[in-house]
């Protein structure tokens, strides 16, 4: 069966996620958040290394440079910079538009930027991860059947449900907080795994989608602590970069790294690898 090692990462994936969800319901230890990570790693390993089986491992995974390592570094760089505009960006029209004014003049760096700067550093290696599985494996698997566009998408509503234990409470029984945030989150993260699947593509690595995933998980979200009034609600409908503000930007850089050339950049190499 040609994607049966698809069906293994996938359910490794989604099965040691719930399996851990469990165990955190049961001792109480709040274990999911890093440990789900990892799992979407160990999938990669597993369905990679003994049921795929490519020659070449790390390439087939873009786990390396395709090109040479100066340039991979450059679109790390760039990565991490489209990630901290976008996120400013989004909040300034958060502001601009009175859906989540700006506390300018109580301004605290420290409050959120600081300690997102440590964290940053802490889950780097957890969104390699992430990112060896859905932009590194998962990627390259399904661009062969599905081809770019479609692999991108589908890839993004499965990573936004595989995310679903993080929202439910013991008993499969989900707050109206927890279900009015997770369709937009779903949507957020389709738009943020095709941004970061085009980062792949263009760079011919994982590693600038790392940097970004780490980049938006921390400092992104840390720019809220440190410009929204501290005890304001926050509407994921409409907040910062997951709100439907933010898909507008995360769509516009889609579309801007699509006409800067990554799907032409690797239609190229196909039609001369044929």
């Known amino acids: 069966m040609r994607y049966r090692d698809v069906g293994v990462f996938l359910g490794i994936a989604f099965g040691l996620t719930w399996l851990l969800w469990v165990v955190e319901q049961v001792t109480g230890v ?17 369905a990679a290394r003994w049921v795929w089986r490519p020659s070449d491992l790390p390439r087939a995974t873009s786990l390396v440079p395709v090109r040479p390592l100066p340039r991979t570094l450059r679109w790390c760089a760039l990565a991490a910079g489209l990630f901290l505009v976008m996120g400013a960006l989004a909040l300034a029209l958060n502001h601009v538009t009175g859906v989540y004014p700006a506390d300018l003049g109580h301004l605290d760096w420290t409050r959120g930027l600081g300690p997102a700067l440590v964290q940053f550093v802490l889950i780097l290696p957890l969104a390699f991860c992430e990112e060896w599985g859905w932009r590194g494996y998962l990627l390259n698997r399904l661009r062969e059947g599905l081809g770019t566009w479609p692999a991108l998408i589908v890839i993004g509503v499965i990573g936004g449900l595989w995310h679903l234990p993080f929202y439910v409470r013991p008993w499969f029984a989900m707050s109206p907080d927890a279900r009015a945030s997770f369709v937009p989150f779903v949507i957020f993260v389709v738009l943020f795994g095709v941004v970061l699947g085009l980062l792949r593509l263009a760079s011919g690595s994982i590693w600038p989608a790392v940097v970004a995933h780490a980049v938006n998980n921390t400092i992104v979200f840390g720019y809220l602590d440190v410009l929204v009034s501290p ?23 889609a579309a801007v790294l699509t006409m800067a050339g990554p799907l032409r950049i690797h239609r190229r190499m196909a039609i001369n690898k044929g």
């Open 30 to 46: 709040q274990i999911l958040f890093f440990a789900a990570m990892m799992s979407v790693a160990v999938a990669t390993f597993v």
């Open 231 to 253: 005890g304001v609600e926050i509407n994921p409908w409409v907040a910062a970069l997951s709100g439907w503000q933010g898909w507008l930007i995360l769509i516009a850089a």
